[in-house]
């Protein structure tokens, strides 16, 4: 049984920056998806197990980067230059390709962390 436990969110102001860490309880590609209200879950960004790739959604390229902490089993999600529609729940997926996870599925969630920007 895989286990993801998200941590970081909350309230920003439009232009601000904020870091969401998920952390696993084994090695995997891992990513972020997110969900605003009335809309379908939409890919954000993903990172390989060896972190040696990275994909990211057009809306978000420039703006948000990932890292990960192979030590620790934790993926980190930077989010710098928000924006008022960046704000949506925030879940953590894990799968075997991050590939995957660009195309749209994951095998594994988080329980997901509501980021709110505001104007």
């Known amino acids: 049984q895989v286990q993801l436990v998200e941590s970081g969110g909350g309230l920003v102001q439009a232009g601000g920056s904020l870091r969401l860490s998920c952390a696993a309880s084994g090695r995997y590609a891992m990513g972020w998806f997110r969900q605003a209200p009335g809309k379908e879950r939409e890919f954000v960004i993903a990172?390989?197990?060896?972190?040696?790739?990275?994909y990211y959604a057009d809306s978000v390229k420039g703006r948000f980067g990932v890292s990960r902490d192979n030590a620790k089993n934790t993926v980190y999600l930077q989010m710098n230059s928000l924006k008022p529609e960046d704000t949506a729940v925030y879940y953590c997926?894990?799968?075997?390709?991050?590939?995957?996870?660009?195309?749209?599925?994951?095998?594994?969630w988080g329980q997901g962390t509501q980021v709110t920007v505001s104007s």
């Open positions: 990172i390989s197990p060896s972190g040696g790739i990275r």
């Open positions: 997926a894990a799968d075997t390709t991050a590939q995957s996870m660009r195309a749209g599925s994951a095998s594994y």
